[in-house]
């Protein structure tokens, strides 16, 4: 019931395809109940339940059925228009086109995905956002050899791996009853997935500390556990300092952050699934470029 009753109360949230179309003429195409969000300049707010799954700014691209927590990664990493970037865990590809849009199709965007199946979706995304800086790559991100060419190269890498995605399922019941705790697993069954996919979460997060030239890169989960979130964080930070890394604290404005669970965890950001309708994370890590003369 909840769910349901969540799902008509949720606000309809679109991002517009900037590659395709301007804000303005969006909003004047999509009618006058639509305005725009307060955080990001690309998304569009409609009435809960709007149905625009055959609008045709939806069928050409124009613009993308996308929540506003999902929208704020790429608006986080907020990569330089010319950068080489990774987009490390991509399909179906809905970040990888924001960057793109973000970046004005300028630089380049490597998309990789592990799974052959979701690479076509992630082809079809790439072709629907009219983006031709984006190359999809079928592969594993942990098998990336940072130091070869041109993964030496890379300037930032999103990585938004598989998670429990408890921030956005129906799951997500449990966890707007009162008496529940973010950090809390259910049971021996689900508290094995969750440490599983935290082990996996990071190995991927370590490892994109390692490519020398990156100089940001952005962590995410749709998930309110903070096994695969702040403690995922936590984690690395010793090597993210050895790297010259430290957390940033992206879009400033927005008021809900990281669980108090250790120093420097008021950086990161937290969307609540009883406040904002879904549970997502957001982690920003940046680093000064090393100048040419200091590289060996
Ligand atoms: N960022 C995507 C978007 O916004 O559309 C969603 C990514 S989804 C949460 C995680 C993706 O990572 C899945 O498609 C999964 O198949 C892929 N994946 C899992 N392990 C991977 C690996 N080792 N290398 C590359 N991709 C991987």
């Known amino acids: 019931l909840v769910h349901r009753i969540s799902d008509v109360t949720k606000p309809r949230y679109v991002r517009v395809n900037t590659l395709k179309i301007d804000v303005e003429s969006a909003v004047l195409e999509l009618g006058k109940q639509t305005m725009k969000d307060s955080l990001l300049p690309d998304l569009l707010v409609l009435p809960p339940a709007t149905d625009l799954h055959d609008h045709p700014l ?4 124009s613009i993308f059925l996308q929540g506003k927590a999902s929208s704020m990664v790429a608006a986080a990493l907020n990569p330089d228009p010319d950068w080489l970037v990774l987009d490390a865990c991509s399909a179906p590809g809905n970040k990888t086109v924001h960057l793109a849009a973000l970046m004005k199709d300028r630089g380049r965007i490597i998309a990789c995905e592990l799974d052959k199946k979701r690479v076509d979706r992630l082809k079809e995304t790439i072709r629907l ?36 995605g408890s921030g956005t399922s129906a799951e997500r019941l449990d966890h707007l ?14 508290s ?3 440490n599983k996919l935290a082990a ?3 190995k991927a997060l370590a490892h994109a500390l390692s490519f020398p030239s990156v100089e940001k890169i952005v962590y995410s989960t749709c998930s309110v556990h903070q096994i695969e979130n702040e403690d995922v964080v936590s ?7 050895s790297h ?7 879009l400033p404005e927005w008021p809900r952050r990281g669980l108090p669970s250790f120093a420097g965890s008021e950086n ?6 009883a406040e904002d309708k879904e549970g997502f994370f957001i982690a920003l890590f940046v680093r000064e470029r090393k100048s040419k003369s200091k590289r060996c």
Do not use: M, W
């Open 268 to 273: 990161l950001i937290r969307t609540d699934p």
């Open 200 to 202: 996996f979460q990071k």
């Open 177 to 190: 009853l009162p008496s529940h705790s973010p950090g809390h697993a259910t049971n021996g069954s689900e």
């Open 129 to 164: 956002s009219g983006a031709t800086s984006v190359q999809a790559l079928h592969g594993d991100f942990l098998s990336v050899n940072p130091n070869d060419p041109p993964y030496s190269e890379v300037r930032a890498i999103l990585l938004d791996p598989s998670c429990s």
């Open 192 to 194: 094995g997935r969750l």
């Open 58 to 61: 939806v069928l050409d691209g």
């Open 235 to 241: 984690s690395v930070l010793p090597q993210a300092a």
């Open 244 to 250: 010259g890394f430290r957390l940033a604290s992206p």
